[in-house]
């Protein structure tokens, strides 16, 4: 099964939930997915029989904030790629599905709706694997994932404040006492 006909079904299986799909010539293709339909659509997913996905690989936030296109590169006589997708919000979280039994691999991308608070739904309930990829997303990028159930801190101290992988985080100059310089 191609990306295509992954993307086909995902969007017969469930209609208007899927924004866009960004195939070859893309390293990795993937699908933009509504994020009030995100849980609907990873369901669907990892129950029907032709998809299958039921490994989740690993999860990543985005931070497009100052993000500007640039000038891809392009060897001698080869067609230049096609424009890359401007981001729709500043933030984004990134799902990356294996399908052991088939060896299919699918990329999910989902942008947080408010840049402010950024949250998307927890997948624990489907994947108890989103479990740690979630804390850590939360913990580095600050987004919040409405319903996990135990969304504290696992990379950085309890009492860290913010989170370190935002464009807009300004590193402490010191830590209890001790420089960071």
Not at 6 to 18: F, K, L, N, Q
Not at 59 to 68: H, L, N, P, S, Y
């Amino acid at each position: 099964m191609d990306f295509d006909a992954i993307a086909d079904r995902i969007e017969t299986r469930c209609p208007g939930a899927v924004l866009g799909r960004f195939g070859a010539p893309s390293k990795d293709p993937y699908v933009r997915v509504a994020p009030a339909r995100l849980v609907e659509v990873m369901q669907v997913l990892r129950d029907d029989a032709e998809l299958g996905f039921e490994m989740v690989v690993s999860i990543a936030g985005v931070d497009w904030q100052r993000w500007e296109p640039r000038a891809p590169r392009v060897k001698k006589d080869e067609a230049p790629p096609p424009e890359p997708e401007q981001p729709p919000r500043r933030f984004d979280v990134v799902y990356h599905l294996l399908a052991v039994h088939r060896n299919l691999r699918l990329v999910v991308r989902c942008a947080c709706d408010d840049d402010d608070a950024p949250a998307m739904p927890t997948l624990t309930g489907l994947y108890p694997s989103a479990d740690w990829h979630e804390r850590e997303t939360w913990d580095l990028m600050g987004i919040d994932f409405t319903g996990h159930p135990d969304q504290r801190r696992i990379l950085c101290c309890e009492d860290w404040v913010g989170h370190p992988l935002r464009k807009d985080y300004e590193f402490p100059k010191e830590y209890h006492g001790i420089s960071a310089e």
